[in-house]
C-alpha cells in the first residue's frame, strides 16, 4: 500500500514533463513575445550596442573612403596619362616604321629592276605584297560605318548576334560578320579603322573594347576596302546589307558608300616567318647566306 502514492507522484512527474517541457522562464519569454511585449533591459542594451557598432564601422568606412578619394583620382590621372603617352610613342614608331618600310621596298624594286628576270620578280612581289598586306594599296572601293547610338532597341526575332551582346553597342561578332561580307563582295584589300587586315588578322573583344590584331579601337567602326564597283552593290543587296538593317533596329546605325579613291595602309603586324631562295637566279648572281632559307 506504501509503494501506490510513490507510483503516483511519479505519474504525475512524467506527465507534466511531458506537457510542459520547457523551463518557465522560456515560457515567459516566449509569452511575452507574443503578447508584444518590449524586451527587457538587458536586451535594450544589446541592440543599442549593435547599433553603435554599425554605426561607428559606417563611419569610418565613410571616412577610409573619402579620405582615399585623392589618391584614387590622382592614381586614376597618372594612368590615363601614361596611356595616352605610350599610345602616341607607338603610333609615332608606327609612323616611322611604315616610313623605313617604304624605302626598304623602293630600294629592293630598284634592284630587282637592273635585270629582265628582276623586273618580272618584282612585278611578282608587289602583286603579292598587296595581297598579303606587307605594302600600302590605293584604288577605288567603298565605305562602311557603324556609329552607336543610344536609340531603344526592339525586341524583334531573327537577332543574329549574340545573347550577351550590348543593345546599342557595337560588338566583335558585328565587325567580323561585315567584314566577311566586305570580303565576299569581291574586296581585294580591307582595313578596319586604318588597321589593314590580313589572312592572320583577328578581331577580338576584351571587355568592352574590340581589338584587331591586339590593337585596341574606338567608335565609330569604320570598314575600308578597295575592289571593283559592283562590291557596293553586291554587298548591300547580300547578307551583309540584311546584318546591317538588323542592327540599326539595335540601336546601331550605319552608312554604306562608294568612294572613288580609297588609301589603305600595310599591315603594322605582319612579319616575315619564312622565305626560299627562287630557283630562277639571274644569271651571274650567287646565292649568298640570306638567300637560303630562313626563318623568323
Known sequence: ?????????????LTSLGEDSLDAGY??????????????????????????????????????ARDRAPATAQ?????????EDRTGANERLEASLATERAAVSDERRAGLRITTQGSRLARVL???ESTTGASGVTGPGMSVRLTQVTAE??????DPRTTDA?????????????????????????????????????????????????????????????????MRAVFVGGFGGSYLQVLRDYGIDFTV????????????????????????????????????????
Open 126 to 128: 608587289s602583286a603579292l
Open 166 to 230: 550590348v543593345e546599342g553597342r557595337v560588338s566583335d561578332r558585328d565587325l567580323q560578320t561585315v567584314v566577311n561580307e566586305v570580303w565576299a563582295a569581291g574586296a581585294e584589300a580591307v582595313a578596319v579603322n586604318e588597321q589593314r587586315l590580313t589572312s592572320l588578322s583577328a578581331i577580338r573583344s576584351a571587355g568592352e573594347a574590340i581589338l584587331v590584331d591586339f590593337r585596341p579601337l574606338s567608335p565609330p567602326y569604320e570598314v575600308q576596302a578597295v575592289g571593283p564597283p559592283s
Open 27 to 64: 515560457a515567459r519569454a516566449a509569452a511575452r513575445r507574443k503578447q508584444g511585449a518590449p524586451p527587457t533591459r538587458y536586451g535594450r542594451v544589446i541592440l543599442a550596442s549593435g547599433l553603435v557598432a554599425i554605426g561607428l564601422l559606417l563611419t569610418t568606412a565613410a571616412a577610409q
Open 153 to 158: 532597341a526592339d525586341d524583334s526575332d531573327g
Open 257 to 296: 558608300e562608294d568612294r572613288d579613291e580609297v588609301e589603305l595602309p600595310a599591315s603594322a603586324g605582319l612579319r616575315l616567318r619564312y622565305a626560299t631562295t627562287p630557283s630562277d637566279v639571274p644569271s651571274g648572281a650567287k646565292p649568298g647566306p640570306r638567300d637560303r632559307t630562313s626563318t623568323q
Open 1 to 13: 500500500m506504501s509503494e501506490s502514492p510513490r507510483r503516483d507522484a511519479s505519474m504525475v512527474l
Open 75 to 83: 592614381a586614376r590621372s597618372e594612368l590615363v596619362t601614361e596611356i
